[in-house]
């Protein structure tokens, strides 16, 4: 009988050895479809943060420019009141006086 060579291996052993090559294969390609969508939400999330903080400073302008508008109008209806009030004394004064 013929010796079998020394890098003989049981077919069950080759067997399990390729399927653990194939089962790794697998794992890595998913990894790496896993980086790469991290990848592309990494991008998508700094464009995201760019854009909200672009909306955040226009929303803050706007808070700024409404309260500013309403602190104008309450000064100036303040002084048309107080306005309308001096004047309304003052005829009354006047009135009297005459």
Do not use: N
Not at 11 to 21: C, F, I, S
Not at 58 to 84: D, F, N, P
């Amino acid at each position: 009988m013929k010796e079998l060579p020394k890098h003989f291996v049981a077919k069950t052993q080759y067997t399990e050895v390729v399927e653990a090559r194939k089962k790794a294969e697998k794992e890595v390609s998913d990894r790496d479809k896993q980086l790469e969508d991290l990848k592309k939400s990494s991008g998508d999330a700094a464009e995201l943060t760019k854009k909200i903080e672009t909306l955040q400073t226009e929303k803050a302008a706007e808070v700024r420019r409404e309260v500013r508008g309403r602190s104008e109008g309450a000064a100036t209806g303040h002084r048309r009141e107080a306005g309308a009030r001096r004047q309304g004394t003052r005829s009354r004064h006047r009135r009297r006086a005459a």
